[in-house]
T-cell receptor, first 110, second 114 residues
Framework: QKEVEQDPGPLSVPEGAIVSLNCTYS??????FMWYRQYSRKGPELLMY????GNKEDGRFTAQVDKSSKYISLFIRDSQPSDSATYLC??????????FGQGTELSVKP | SQTIHQWPATLVQPVGSPLSLECTVE??????LYWYRQAAGRGLQLLFY??????ISSEVPQNLSASRPQDRQFILSSKKLLLSDSGFYLC?????????????FGPGTRLTVT
């Protein structure tokens, strides 16, 4: 079993839809959770960072962490074609060593 | 503000040739530095990380090596490339501050071994 599981998609939604992206994990020691956005042939860009459980909101993006279920989510409201990218979850139990999900490819259609 | 550079952006090398990829960070001192590889359609695999000059930890046994000759410079090398070394190589850095665990990535180097 992989430490971090993420549905690779692809996920296609119409513009304006609410997008839900998810990851599950097996290591209960993970405390630091991140979401990255990666455009084709580019380096990943940090979107959201959350410590332990709870929610964090930044503009159209909301990150949720449920440590009891070992489940994290990223919600994108009012999705735009510019949101089309691959979204990677990542998590860590100590500073530096991130474990990444496989990434979910998202396409937002105008 | 901090900036991370990688070069070259793309590279095509024959099997058995040497490799040298360079990464530099500007605007911060004593960062943690990382090398990742991303195969097509897959997540990122940590190859090496460094917490200081000359301090390198390897995560995956392979024919690659890393060096950190200066505080903000990280180099990935190989003496003889294999076909399986093809991929997208990403350098990242993070603050060395308590409770700060975010990592920031460079633009990457796309390596094709032929």
């Amino acid at each position: 079993q992989k430490e971090v599981e993420q549905d690779p998609g692809p996920l296609s939604v119409p513009e304006g839809a609410i997008v839900s992206l998810n990851c599950t994990y097996s290591n209960s020691a993970f405390q630091y959770f991140m979401w990255y956005r990666q455009y084709s042939r580019k380096g990943p860009e940090l979107l959201m960072y959350t410590y332990s459980s709870g929610n964090k909101e930044d503009g159209r993006f909301t990150a949720q962490v449920d440590k009891s279920s070992k489940y994290i989510s990223l919600f994108i409201r009012d999705s735009q074609p510019s949101d089309s990218a691959t979204y990677l979850c990542a998590m860590s139990e100590w500073q530096g060593k991130l474990i990444f999900g496989q990434g979910t490819e998202l396409s937002v259609k105008p | 503000s901090q900036t991370i550079h990688q070069w070259p952006a793309t590279l095509v090398q024959p099997v058995g040739s040497p490799l040298s990829l360079e990464c530099t960070v500007e605007g911060t001192s004593n960062p943690n530095l990382y090398w990742y590889r991303q195969a097509a359609g897959r997540g990122l695999q940590l190859l090496f990380y460094s917490v200081g000059i000359g301090q390198i930890s390897s995560e995956v046994p392979q024919n690659l090596s890393a060096s950190r000759p200066q505080d903000r410079q990280f180099i990935l090398s190989s003496k003889k490339l294999l076909l399986s070394d093809s991929g997208f190589y990403l350098c990242a850095w993070s603050y060395v501050i308590q409770d700060s665990y975010e990592q920031y990535f460079g633009p990457g180097t796309r390596l094709t071994v032929t």
